[in-house]
């Protein structure tokens, strides 16, 4: 944690310790004492316009009027908010605007406060709006600072001054977020227009804005979505042992400094969205502008490249491969191939192990000599898996169709390749080391659509929260979460405002994990769209019927057992006498505390074997806990009872069903 | 939460996360995360259940034979 140096200032005779650099306004504010604003937000920077927020600032030398939204507190000074100077200059600035804006409700009640019956001017372009615009600046901040879209700005000088969008026009760009209506404190602002015609438009807005204003405040000390995206989990994988590195063999490396969260900063385009969503202030899509490219059919040529993020980079370690613009390179290419860079670099990460030992060599790869950390070889295995050329042709196939296919025709074998290549269901593993997590094995093992963690990230949960200890425990967060996040699938909506940023109460919640104010939100933005009230059973009730459904669908299609929930043994625990040795500390002392076993005068492979022999009964054990907690069969089948419960006993259901014995 | 249900092993022992873990006097709540390297910045921090805010993490003092819950937060895709 940094130091923060704090100041002693004094307000109205009160010692105030402040921040250096916050202002004195927000020191006032954050201590109860009321300086009138009007142009002032925590959402957007100073601007200084409405005047009314000056006090007397006395350095010891000399005493002066100063705005106290802008002022910044670096040295200890007296402040008043309220001397003879300053409300009489603060009362005739509010006497000209009351003159100017007689019936705008902010500006009556603030000259009330200064005793301003009426004001002795008559202004001459006097407005009798009661929704006019006081000129504060708000919207046009918000809109260029909170949205980064800078749509709206003032126009003209003196008395036509106003806000309007380019040209006096209706702007096709304004992405219509409704945060400048919102900040607005005069209502001068509405939103008319609702092309998609929601139940309630307000109650919409009014859920995202919530999420915006968090993104605003929260945003640069949490996740730092805005500014480096999913990246800035590079380096915390790697601090929890969580990074893949070399086919998931080890969870960190001393080079991940080189791929971390600030070196890809220095690449990113900054201050401006992607584009992923319209509006969306998270804006963790981020890009990299005139990037040159060194390999394959546009090397020399500048490009834009969407991307990277934390898979991606996660993949390069999991390749050994620490080099930012190879990162930046093969992101590339796969988009430009329409490949997968998860994919790609798990089944890559397989090539590189199975060369390493022996299972391949360069005549088996068509001549590409590829051992872990080979930079120009994987970017010449991406370039012929996008022609569909040589052993491009095998490796693109992915995992499943390699360790088949080097069994069959190099030899390999069976045990080794199907232990370490990184799949189930046929899709390769994203990129986090489960090895220490059971439950997050079993998020990647029983996710229906193949290794992925989008269905349950349990990680932190399970192995360093210790929350979820037992087997009920994590077959709970196995059903909940999946379910969970199911729901923005079934609604078309991206789950990182979900989790990405945290409300300010969210520690005070019984359960921080769900993040109950954003579930919350969810549920107010379902009824905004559709007029139907929710909560957050409701969301999970409509998602366990599709998910069910889609079990079903796999079981049709000759994925849906628990034959078919097997996980790769690199997923669960240490393959090799390496890799076992590499933590040996960490596995000695779960031999002795957690499956009973003294270790001293065991050779490593007996190691290995008795820490297998263990986690692969807990694997099992798992999944029965879960299917039972989802109302499955032992086989991993809904249950009829189940199926009836959830609405979903079609017929052709319960026939396939009942073959597989639900 | 697991407040309570491992208990420190000796004295001049808390118990952080479900892990022994030793204590020494004046130890605050960023010592021990430094020290565990809790980088993740969503964190949740009780000592004996008790909820301490984000701005105490520097002058929040562990107390001995302490049960300390350092809660991660889950992000990313
Ligand atoms: S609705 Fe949003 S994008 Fe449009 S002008 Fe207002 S703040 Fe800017
Ligand atoms: S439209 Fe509203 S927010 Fe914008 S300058 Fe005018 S009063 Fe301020
Ligand atoms: S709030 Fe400071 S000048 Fe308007």
Known sequence: MTEIEMITITIDGRSIPVKRDSTILEAALENNIFIPALCHSELVEPYAACRLCIVEVDDGRRAKLVTSCNYPVRKPVTVYTSSDKVLRNRTITLEMMLSRWPNVQIIKDLAKFVRIEKPRYKHPAVDLNPNACILCGLCMRICEQGIWENIINFTNRGAVRAVRMPYDSDQPHCIGCGACAEICPTGAITMVDDPNQPFDADMVRRAGMRITEEMIKFDEEQCDMR???????????????????????????????????????????????????????????????????????????????????????????????????????????????????????????????????????????????????????????????????????????????????????????????????????????????????????????????????????????????????????????????????????????????????????????????????????????????????????????????????????????????????????????????????????????????????????????????????????????????????????????????????????????????????? | MQAGTIVPAADSMIVVNSEQTEWSRGKTVSDVIKEKNYIFPLLIVRINGKLIPRDEYDSSVVPDEATVDIIHLMSGG
């Open chain 1, 227 to 662: 500014g480096v995206g999913t990246a800035h989990l590079v380096e915390i994988m790697d601090a929890y042992d969580l990074l893949p590195v070399m086919n998931y063999r080890y969870g960190k490396h001393a080079d991940t400094p080189k791929i971390s969260s600030d070196v890809l900063r220095t690449f990113f385009t900054k201050g401006k969205p992607d584009g992923c969503w319209l509006g969306c202030t998270m804006a963790c899509a981020k890009a990299v502008e005139d990037f040159q490219l060194s390999t394959g059919p546009y090397k020399g040529e500048k490009v834009l490249v969407d991307g990277p993020e934390y898979e991606t980079l996660g993949g390069s370690a999991n390749m050994g491969i620490f080099d930012p613009r190879f990162v930046i390179e093969y992101n590339f290419y796969c988009d430009t191939y329409g490949l997968d860079t998860i994919s790609f670099a798990t089944g890559v990460s397989f090539v590189m192990e199975c060369y390493e030992a022996g299972v391949l060599d360069k005549e088996k790869t068509g001549g590409l000599e590829i051992p872990f950390g080979a930079r120009d070889a994987a970017l010449e295995l991406l370039h012929q898996i996008g022609r569909g050329e040589g052993f491009g042709l095998i490796a693109g196939k992915g995992i499943r169709y390699m360790k088949k296919y080097f069994v069959e025709n190099f030899g390999a074998d069976p045990d080794f390749v199907f232990d370490i290549g990184m799949e189930a269901k046929g899709m390769e593993y994203s990129e986090y080391v489960t090895k220490e997590s059971l439950a997050q094995q079993g998020g990647y093992g029983i996710a229906l659509k193949g290794a992925q963690h989008d269905e349950a990230w349990l990680i932190f949960m399970d192995m360093v929260n210790k929350q979820i200890p037992t087997f009920a425990d994590k077959a709970e967060a196995l059903h909940y979460f999946p379910m969970w996040r199911t729901w923005f699938g079934l609604c078309g909506l991206c789950k990182l405002p979900w989790n990405d940023v945290e409300p300010a109460d969210n520690a005070e919640t019984d359960e921080p994990a769900k993040v109950p104010g954003h579930v919350q939100g969810y549920c107010e933005f379902f009824e905004g769209v559709t007029g139907k009230p929710q909560t957050m059973d409701s969301l999970i009730s409509m998602s366990e019927k599709v998910y069910n459904f889609q079990r079903v669908f796999n079981l049709k299609m000759g994925f849906g057992k628990r034959e078919h929930d097997a996980i790769p043994y690199r997923s669960a625990g240490p393959v090799t006498v390496t890799e076992y040795e590499s933590r040996q500390d960490r596995y000695d002392a779960q031999l002795s505390e957690e499956v009973g076993i003294d270790p001293s005068g065991m050779s490593s492979e007996e190691k290995v074997t008795a820490m297998r022999k263990y986690r692969e009964a807990q694997y099992e054990q798992l999944l029965d806990a879960v299917y039972k907690r989802r109302g499955w069969t032992n086989d991993g089948v809904p249950t009829l009872d189940k199926l009836q419960e959830l609405g979903i006993d079609f017929p052709d259901v319960i026939e396939l069903v009942k073959k597989h014995g639900g």
